[in-house]
């Protein structure tokens, strides 16, 4: 046996050793309307996926995951993502919670050796996704493709109903939300685009652009960060004749952040930071943008219809003779297709399966008043969640409806750092989360476990003294 066959006999040994997927420990809940879920995920992606297996290591397996997209498909991987490779170092672990057999790593070496470990740079997009693709089938995941949240309904005592589009709803007394980045808010289109052009003539960057079919056009990207040259990459290759890249900043951003949290042990720590050392940690995180990789930096500046515009932004667009004309400081240029690198706003007010819970939500600007020089309304949108991601209420009379929801997506950056939606933070974010869970289960449950726990009786010992010889003597 060798190569993938070996590695899941192993992985199945390290499971058992560790005793992970023994028998739960809730009693069954009944309704009516169903069967009633421990926990509902929502989202199959990486964080969805990790989350499922994090409470099976907890002994919570009354699980079921939903995911919008088909098998396979969960997440940006091979949907809408175009960096060529992953920009996490390959040495970190995320979601394989400790078991080495269970991580990307191991999966890599049993294809390609230890040397073809040692030759690998950085992980491809593609070989992330099959990754995911196994890590789901080798686990066995409940994951249900295909299966869009519409709604999340606060029924009594503590239960959730999920209106699902098109299929009937699911009872869950917990519900995870592990719907990545956009899923605390949406993507972030610029008003004065949205209000001007016709949408045939712009595109974010989250959308699935064919850039094949502007083969001999021209495109304009808006943005710094890393996705935007991503994505001029990806438009020459696919022969675009013109992919220029428009920054109002007068030079690019050199200086990664991440990298410093990632080396300091601010990732896990960060939440043992109070809220006033939160708030600054990410005005300044706000403040820069993540700078594109080397690499594929230098993929789109090596094609002769590359351009990078500093100090441009864009002051005006507007539709000419069929084309998108944007006006900077320095000019007028025409495109094709504008696309937008513009990133994305969080406010769970704008997430309509939580349409009928999101007045109650407290976010940061309910409960931390920054100095004023350091206030930032991107920031103070955001939920303020406990520390087990959970939802808070903005006022008691809220808590009912709020109980039992978690906010597991990039919503959860200022109140714990990068953990739910970044590969760099899972592998600390995934234990809080399920430990967070579990115990509420058990607080939930607490009544009737310690009744069962007062009235256990069952005989363990059953040897008798005296023995009859000696009771006759």
Not at 398 to 406: C, E, F, I, K, P
Not at 430 to 446: K, S
Request: proline residues 7%; aromatic residues 10%; contains cysteine.
């Amino acid at each position: 046996m060798s190569g993938l066959a070996a590695l899941e006999a192993r992985l199945a040994c390290d499971l058992a050793c560790l005793d992970i997927g023994g028998p739960d420990w809730l009693a069954p809940r009944f309704h009516p309307d169903g069967h009633v879920y421990d926990v509902a995920i929502v989202g199959g992606g990486q964080s969805g996926l990790g989350a499922a297996f994090a409470l099976r290591t907890e002994r919570v397996s009354n699980v079921v995951v939903i995911d919008e997209n088909a098998a396979g498909y969960e997440g940006p991987w091979d949907t809408y993502a175009r960096m060529r490779t992953l920009r996490t170092p390959k040495h970190l672990t995320s979601i394989d919670m400790g078991v080495p057999s269970l991580t990307f790593r191991a999966w890599w070496e049993a294809q390609h050796g230890a040397a073809g470990w040692d030759a690998l740079g950085k992980i491809g997009r593609g070989d992330w996704m099959a990754y995911l693709r196994w890590y789901r089938a080798v686990l066995d995941l409940p994951v249900r493709n295909d299966t869009r949240l519409t709604l999340i309904e606060p029924v009594e005592d503590g239960l959730h109903r999920l209106h699902l589009d098109g299929r009937p709803p699911v009872l869950a007394r917990k519900v995870v939300l592990a719907t990545g980045i956009q899923g605390g808010g949406e993507w972030h289109v610029p008003r004065f685009i949205a209000h001007t052009l016709p949408r045939h003539l712009y595109a974010h960057t989250s959308e699935a652009i064919d850039y094949r079919v502007l083969a001999g056009r021209r495109v304009a990207i808006l943005g710094a960060g890393a996705s935007a040259f991503d994505n001029a990459s990806a438009a020459l290759h696919a022969g675009v004749a013109a992919a220029h890249v428009f920054v109002r900043r007068p030079s690019l951003p050199r200086v990664n952040p991440i990298r410093f949290m990632e080396a300091s042990g601010m990732i896990r720590r960060y939440p043992a930071l109070d809220d006033a050392g939160k708030y600054a940690v990410m005005a300044s995180f706000f403040d820069r943008v993540q700078p594109p990789t080397a690499d594929m930096f230098e993929e789109a500046a090596s094609f002769a219809g590359f351009a990078l515009h500093l100090g441009s932004p864009w002051n005006e667009v507007r539709e000419v003779d069929g084309m998108a004309e944007v006006t900077t400081p320095t000019g007028r240029h025409r495109y094709d297709l504008l696309v937008l690198s513009t990133g994305l706003v969080t406010d769970p007010a704008l997430r309509p399966e939580l349409a009928l819970v999101h007045d109650g939500i407290a976010r940061w600007r309910d409960r931390f008043a920054p100095p004023e020089e350091l206030r930032n309304p991107v920031i103070d949108a955001h939920p303020y969640l406990g520390p087990g991601f959970e939802f808070l209420p903005r006022e008691p009379e809220h808590a009912g409806s709020l109980h039992g929801l978690y906010g597991f997506n990039y919503s959860a950056l200022i109140s714990q750092g990068l953990s739910a939606a970044a590969l760099s933070g899972l592998k600390h974010a995934l234990p809080r989360l399920a430990r967070a869970v579990a115990d509420t289960l058990f607080r939930d449950d607490e009544t009737a476990i310690l009744r069962r726990f007062l009235d256990y009786a069952d005989v363990e010992f059953a040897a008798e003294w005296p023995r009859g010889e000696e009771a006759a003597a």
